[in-house]
């Protein structure tokens, strides 16, 4: 595959853009994360989500050490071409390093963030070595 393709996006100053998780079907947010070029074409090549881990400065497959793997279904771009979607089959049910099933379970009640989702899998359970 060329990788021409890779070039019409507009990348933030240290090589990254943002990627959205959606569910496929439910429509669901799953998780935001970043990609860098890599992470993208392995995504586009692989057909299952590669970020880019910030905190540890390397790829970031996911469900690598979890087994919640999501299978991409498609890559969008978003008309200004600097917000990645990937609309993915999110095994295992869970996104979340929490355990739930979505990275966005918090809802603003009453001027503090309520926890509104559960834990699917205690994190305990899936990360032998911690996250």
Same mark, same amino acid.
């Given at each position: 595959?060329?990788?021409?393709?890779?070039?019409?996006?507009?990348?933030?100053?240290?090589?990254? *853009?943002?990627?959205?998780?959606?569910?496929?079907?439910?429509?669901?947010?799953?998780?935001?994360?970043?990609?860098?070029?890599?992470?993208? #074409?392995?995504?586009? =090549?692989?057909?299952?989500?590669?970020?880019?881990?910030?905190?540890?400065?390397?790829?970031?497959?996911?469900?690598?050490?979890?087994?919640?793997?999501?299978? *991409? #279904?498609?890559?969008?771009?978003?008309? =200004?071409?600097?917000? *990645?979607?990937?609309?993915?089959?999110?095994?295992?049910?869970?996104?979340?390093?929490?355990?739930?099933?979505?990275?966005?379970?918090?809802?603003?009640?009453?001027?503090?963030?309520?926890?509104?989702?559960?834990?699917?899998?205690?994190?305990?359970?899936?990360?032998?070595?911690?996250?």
């Amino acid at each position: 595959m060329s990788s021409g393709w890779l070039d019409q996006i507009r990348w933030t100053s240290d090589g990254l *853009v943002p990627v959205i998780a959606q569910e496929q079907g439910s429509g669901t947010i799953l998780m935001l994360a970043w990609m860098n070029r890599a992470a993208l #074409a392995e995504t586009a =090549d692989s057909g299952y989500a590669v970020y880019w881990s910030r905190s540890r400065q390397a790829l970031w497959r996911k469900g690598e050490r979890s087994g919640h793997r999501q299978r *991409v #279904a498609q890559i969008r771009l978003d008309c =200004d071409n600097d917000v *990645v979607l990937l609309e993915v089959e999110q095994q295992g049910g869970v996104a979340c390093h929490t355990g739930r099933h979505s990275c966005f379970y918090q809802r603003l009640e009453r001027g503090q963030w309520q926890a509104v989702e559960p834990v699917v899998k205690d994190p305990a359970t899936i990360y032998k070595e911690g996250r």
